[in-house]
C-alpha cells in the first residue's frame, strides 16, 4: 500500500515540539533575571529609611538627628523619617534596632549612651560590638562647666579655690544617674579634689531650672542645654570639655588648658545599623551622611544648637566606641553607680 502523500518523515514532529518548546522557556528565562538578581547596591534606598531615635523628641539628640535626617531625605531622593523610642538610657531605642532587619532601612541615632550603658547596667538588651555595625560618627555636644551666678567665681582656678574652702557644701546636678553629665562632672570633683553632693535629675532641663535658681552650685551639662541660661546671666560659664576651644565661645578655656590637662568629654553622636547589613548599604550611608556633614547648612545650623560636626569611615567609628567602652567602664567602676 503506497503512503499517503501529506505524512510527515519520522522525527519531524519531535523536533517542532522541542523547538517550541525551547522558545518558550527561553521566553520565561529572560524575564527571571530582573526578578531573582538582588537589586544592585546602587539601587539603596528604594524605599523610606526609618532612624530611631532612642530619646524623646525635642531634646537634643533628637534636634540634630532631625537636621541630618532632613539632609539625607534631600540627597537621597527617599523620606528619612525619625522615629522616638525613649527610654533606659538609650536602650529600648538602640535594642529595637539591634533587632530589626539588616537591610539599611532601619537605622539608629545613637549618642554616647551606647558606651556607657554596657558599664552601667547589670544586664543589656543587646551587644553594641556584636549586634550592631557602626557606620559614621557624626557630632558632638560638647560639654560646659557652669555655676550658678552666686557663686564667687568667675574663672575655673577660681571656682576649684572656692570648691575646696567649702568641702561638702556645695551639691552638682546631673541628667541622671550614670549619664555623661554625671560622670564628667564626678571625674572632675575627683581629680581636683572637691567635696561635693551628686544630685541626680530625670534629664537636663529640670537641673538647669534648680542650678539657675540656685538649689545646686554647679554642673556639667551639654552646651546647647544651658546656652539660653547662659546668655540670659542666669548661669556663668567657666569652661567647656573639648579638646580646643569651641568657635561658639572662643574666650571661653576647656578644662584641659586650665586645670585637667588632656581632658575631653562630650555627648557624641553617630549612625549605625544592625549588625549584618550590607557593607554597600553601610558604605553609601557613610558616603550620604559625611556629604551632609560637609553642607555648609547643616553645619551652620549645627552651630546654632552648639553642636561640633565630626565625620568618620565605619572602622573609625567602630575603634572610637571601643576606645570610649574601654574608658567609660573604668569611670563607672569608680563612682560605684549601677542600674537595673
Known sequence: MQAPQNRRPPGIDRRR??????????GVLACLPAQAQPAAPNAYPAKAITMVVPFPPGGPTDLI????????????????MVDNK????????????????????????????????????????YDVQRDLAPVALTAVVPL?????????????????????????????????????????????????????????????????????GGQIQFMTDTVNSVMAFVRDKRMKLL?????????LFPDVPTLDETVMPGF?????QGLMVPAATPPAVVQRLNAEIMKALRSPDVRERLAQQGTEPLGSTPEEYGAYIRKELARWAGVVKATGVTLE
Open 264 to 268: 575631653e568629654a562630650g555627648a557624641w
Open 86 to 125: 525613649p527610654g533606659a538610657n538609650g536602650n529600648i531605642g538602640s535594642a529595637y534596632v539591634a533587632k530589626a532587619a539588616p537591610d539599611g532601612y532601619t537605622v539608629l541615632y545613637n549618642t554616647s549612651s551606647v558606651a556607657l550603658s554596657p558599664a552601667l547596667y547589670k544586664s543589656m538588651p
Open 17 to 26: 515540539t522541542a523547538l517550541t518548546l525551547a522558545a518558550a522557556l527561553a
Open 239 to 247: 569652661a567647656v570639655t573639648t579638646a580646643k576651644r569651641m568657635s
Open 144 to 212: 560646659a562647666l557652669v555655676v550658678n551666678p552666686a557663686v564667687p567665681a568667675s574663672n575655673v582656678r577660681e571656682f576649684v579655690a572656692y570648691a575646696k574652702a567649702n568641702p561638702g557644701k556645695l551639691s552638682y546636678g546631673s541628667a541622671g544617674n550614670g549619664n555623661v553629665t554625671h560622670l564628667a562632672a564626678y571625674q572632675f570633683v575627683r581629680a581636683l579634689g572637691i567635696e561635693a553632693t551628686h544630685v541626680p535629675y530625670k534629664g537636663s532641663a529640670p537641673a538647669d531650672v534648680d542650678l539657675a
Open 65 to 80: 538627628a532631625r537636621v541630618l535626617a532632613q539632609k539625607l531625605s534631600e540627597q537621597m531622593g527617599q523620606p528619612v
